[in-house]
């Protein structure tokens, strides 16, 4: 039944039992004052006044009831409907963790229990889409392509760390595109994706990077923009020009001079002197090849993972001793002092016996080839966590800005002078990948005209075990 039929229902039953109640009232009343009218003749005028005092008398007592059961009708009925317009407005000030009462009656009770479960399906919605949103924020987060995401009002409200850090912007969120670099490319493709078109991707140069952007529109207005840094891709295809460059290069010189010997020693009027002359010339280059193919084989298959390192426990100065001794007629031709001062306390290396062989060869011909007077010092030192092994010399020494370079194949800082002594550009190089390959660094100082250091720190065995 309708609560519209219940209530008049209610209010028709209400009013027809207070009518009830004063007809039979008035009915006795009236009844007793007939009676006494008959046994006392002369008292109608007094019996009619207090008759009308018993109405009136009937109608408060009928009025006060009526008001009584209609204020308890009325709040039993109103109380659920206020409650439910009380959780009603803290869903829409969403708060959906208040839940109406289901025990009224009727349609207030139809509409308590739809508006729990309206809230109950609000709340998981609201969770779902909570949880959907922290997921693709951790994803875009993560990210190291960078991402912003601009409104149709023209402001950026989103851009995950990648982004900040490739365009230097620090501002929060939401902020104003002016915040962004006045990069032409960057400001059109912005443009263009506010305007509905796609655009990139264009490579372009910011803050000392290279950027690939890509612009994309959004359905309800706005854009998003994607940059992926290239620096390093970039970066490599140019040591890889470079190398190949370098190769070539290496490999033609020595080439030329084998070439142009051999056609000369093909003349029967050489005479012996001079074919003697050639023939070293040409053994000479041709040990120069076979150096440079076997560094780079031997860089090669360290940088592939070819090369597995065999770390043990080794005597630095044996080690160091050995090396020394097998290049000190090179250094004594020179005037070269050759040294070791070996800290007892760093005495020990952990470290592939083969490895440090090459790297201590490498260094030591190096600095024995660009000192021309003076001393070649080979030390250690204790560190925390491992050793410190360094090759000093008094040469030349390099100028600044070839010292972040030097570790790079072929390269070289005086090209002309390290190729005429013998060098193949690739020392240094396997010098850092052997280093590495046991969890170590390296890095040089050099002053020039005063000299070069090469030192690297190498972990002890604990920590080298842990990282090869």
Excluded at 97 to 106: E, F, V
Excluded at 340 to 367: C, F, K
Excluded at 405 to 415: G, P, Q
């Amino acid at each position: 039944m309708k609560l519209a039929h219940r209530l008049l229902l209610y209010s028709l039953g209400i009013i027809a039992a207070l009518v009830v109640a004063v007809v039979l009232i008035v009915d006795h009343r009236l009844h007793d004052r007939v009676i006494e009218q008959v046994v006392e003749t002369g008292a109608v005028e007094a019996a009619f006044e207090r008759t009308r005092g018993d109405i009136l008398l009937a109608g408060a007592i009928a009025l006060a009831l009526s008001a009584l059961v209609a204020g308890l009708f009325s709040r039993s009925v109103s109380r659920p409907i206020v409650e439910l317009r009380d959780v009603a407005r803290e869903m829409a000030d969403g708060d959906l963790s208040r839940r109406p009462a289901l025990s009224a009656p009727g349609e207030v009770g139809d509409l308590a229990t739809a508006l729990y479960r309206l809230a109950e399906q609000l709340g998981a919605r609201m969770t779902a889409l909570q949880t959907d949103r922290t997921l693709l924020a951790a994803v875009v987060g993560s990210l190291e392509e960078g991402v912003i995401a601009v409104d149709s009002s023209g402001r950026v409200v989103q851009a995950n760390d990648a982004a900040r850090r490739l365009l230097d912007v620090t501002a929060p969120l939401p902020f104003s595109l002016d915040m962004l670099p006045r990069e032409p490319m960057l400001r059109d493709a912005l443009s263009d994706a506010l305007r509905g078109a796609r655009s990139g991707p264009l490579e372009i140069g910011l803050n000392g990077r290279t950027l690939l952007l890509t612009g994309c529109p959004l359905d309800h207005g706005g854009g998003v923009l994607a940059l992926f840094d290239m620096t390093a891709t970039r970066r490599l295809e140019t040591v890889r020009r470079d190398f190949v460059a370098n190769v070539s290069h290496e490999l033609r010189t020595p080439l030329t001079v084998i070439a142009g010997f051999t056609e000369t020693l093909a003349d029967e009027g050489v005479p012996p002197e001079k074919r003697r002359q050639f023939s070293e010339m040409i053994l000479s280059n041709t040990t120069r090849m076979q150096r440079i193919v076997d560094d780079l084989l031997d860089l090669s298959r360290i940088e592939s993972g070819g090369w597995v390192p065999n770390p043990m426990v080794l005597d630095v100065e044996a080690v160091v001793n050995e090396a020394i001794t097998g290049l000190r007629p090179a250094a004594e031709a020179k005037g070269v002092a050759l040294e070791a001062r070996i800290d007892p306390a760093a005495g020990e290396l952990y470290m592939d016996r083969t490895a440090l062989r090459q790297v201590l060869s490498n260094l030591l011909e190096n600095a024995i080839r660009y000192t021309v007077r003076g001393a070649v010092i080979v030390a250690t030192s204790q560190s925390e966590g491992g050793t410190n092994l360094a090759v000093s010399d008094t040469g030349s020494g390099i100028a600044s800005e070839h010292l972040p370079r030097i570790f790079e194949r072929f390269y070289r800082a005086d090209s002309g002078r390290a190729r005429e002594s013998g060098g193949t550009g690739l020392g240094l190089a396997i010098v850092r990948h052997l280093v590495e390959a046991h969890g170590g660094k390296v890095e040089a100082r050099s002053v020039e005209g005063a000299g070069t250091t090469i030192s690297m720190f190498l972990p002890s065995r604990g920590i080298a075990g842990t990282r090869i």
